[in-house]
């Protein structure tokens, strides 16, 4: 496992916050296991309009994951800049194209 800078700064500086959690939100959302759109709606009667900021809000969860893991790695030095930047570019590509799927 490579990275852990923003675990050690929370764990250091918020009150509550244990080493490690950083981590497992971004295994998470990178292994797609948090909960699915329906299973937060289920048995609800929401208007679409509120369906849909749930929908945005994954999304854009998904993707601050992204970049949450990548800046991870930079300032871990795990990745130089050009890698960084190569898989920022990549990970970011292949979300756009899996979100691109889900709503066709």
Partial sequence: ???GYFD???AAQAPGFRHGEVQYIQDRLEDDTIPD???LIAGRDYRPEIIKTFDDALETIKKAAIYLKRIDW???D???EEEYTKKLAE?????A???GE???
Avoid at 91 to 95: C, P, T
């Fill in 102 to 104: 889900n709503h066709d």
């Fill in 37 to 39: 759109l329906l299973q």
């Fill in 78 to 80: 795990d990745d130089g």
């Fill in 97 to 99: 194209k899996i979100q």
């Fill in 1 to 3: 496992m490579s990275g």
């Fill in 74 to 76: 930079l300032v871990s």
């Fill in 91 to 95: 990970a970011l590509e292949g979300l």
């Fill in 8 to 10: 050690y700064i929370f």
